[in-house]
């Protein structure tokens, strides 16, 4: 899973004990997801201290929003990576350290995946469907969708084959349909049989079983 690195304390567990002061919490969280921050960061820098110095620098930022009660509750790593790719988007701008492979959202300012997805959308119902889905299927869409990883990029950092990134991905869209549709609830004007009805629309297509929210 996302956050089960090893066998410690899930991340949600340590985001809301590091929140409450306790040091080693934070401690754990960087050495939990250090490393593969480093190989995603290799996409972006050539120098091993430069990847280091983008990682403990991205963990600097978010543990500051954490430590002030902002940022994720739980699966910590989406967010770094994302503050990565910002902060790697502020050094090649300023001087020219960088040159990320793949397109780098245009601010230096630190985001979670979600707002950014919620950014670039005017939608209020795909804004509402989209926080109905598990951290996982929202972590799949963003980084599928929004930043066009592959597959095979991805696998390595979800822990999963290639082909279980798809079937995720997959899941996850049509999570995301029906959580839209279910969120079309909007009373129409001599229709007072219909409401139950347009609650039920997005559970009657075909989609992932509650199983699959996983």
């Not at 690195?5 to 567990?13: E, H, K, Q, Y």
Request: glycine share 8%; aromatic share 6%; net charge neutral.
């Amino acid at each position: 899973m996302w956050d089960a690195v090893d066998d410690g304390p899930p991340d949600a567990r340590l985001i809301a004990e590091f929140r409450r002061g306790d040091a080693d919490a934070g401690d754990l969280l960087f050495r939990r997801h250090a490393e593969p921050l480093r190989r995603i960061a290799a996409g972006w820098v050539s120098q091993p201290a430069e990847r280091d110095d983008l990682v403990a620098e991205a963990f600097a930022c978010v543990l500051s929003v954490l430590r002030t009660g902002g940022g994720p509750r739980e699966n910590l790593r989406p967010y770094l990576v994302v503050t990565m790719r910002n902060l790697a988007a502020r050094w090649s701008r300023q001087h020219g350290r960088v040159e990320p492979h793949a397109v780098v959202p245009g601010t230096g300012e630190t985001e979670g995946a979600d707002d950014l997805v919620l950014r670039r959308s005017t939608d209020e119902l795909v804004r509402s469907a989209f926080h109905t889905l598990p951290a996982r299927w929202r972590m799949v869409l963003w980084s599928t969708i929004a930043e066009g990883h592959t597959a095979a990029e991805l696998a390595p950092v979800l822990g999963v084959s290639p082909n279980g990134v798809a079937a995720l991905a997959g899941r996850a869209r049509a999570g995301l349909r029906q959580a839209y549709l279910q969120a079309q609830r909007l009373p129409a004007a001599g229709e007072r049989s219909c409401p139950e009805a347009r609650s039920r629309l997005g559970s009657w297509l075909p989609g992932p079983s509650h199983q699959d929210r996983a």
